[in-house]
């Protein structure tokens, strides 16, 4: 499985972007789907989780009721919509996969099994 993370950038606080997550070489819509998040000198964090069905959620505490994940198994793609961004968002994002049992999301890096490479969101205050 390739995964490919793009639509970072630098906006200001309070701004919003959209992180998509294209997935190829694999049956996407078997996947849970994770964006997790690395500061400098920072270890990599949860931000959200998505099921395969896209049918349940979960976010970090730290981005709930900002962020929304979602995705489009038609087009193999998982997204992060980031509202009302704060410079405390900036890091790098990256979005995972998961091929285990559907019944379970992980939360923790280590579990997922494909990683994206990675893109830079940068909120300046």
């Known amino acids: 499985v390739q995964l490919q993370a793009y639509g970072g950038g630098l906006v200001q606080a309070g701004g919003s972007l959209r992180l998509s997550c294209a997935a190829s070489?694999?049956?996407?819509?078997?996947?849970?789907m994770g964006w997790f998040r690395q500061a400098p000198g920072k270890e990599r964090e949860f931000v959200a989780a998505?099921?395969?069905?896209?049918?349940?959620?979960y976010y970090a505490d730290s981005v709930k009721g900002r962020f929304t994940i979602s995705r489009d198994n038609a087009k193999n793609t998982v997204y992060l919509q980031m509202n009302s961004l704060k410079p405390e968002d900036t890091a790098v994002y990256y979005c995972?996969?998961?091929?285990?049992?559907?019944?379970?999301?992980?939360?923790?890096?280590?579990?997922?099994?494909?990683w994206g490479q990675g893109t830079q969101v940068t909120v300046s205050s």
């Open positions: 995972a996969s998961y091929s285990g049992s559907s019944a379970y999301i992980p939360r923790v890096s280590s579990e997922y099994d494909y």
């Open positions: 998505i099921s395969w069905s896209g049918g349940s959620t």
């Open positions: 070489g694999g049956t996407f819509s078997r996947y849970a």
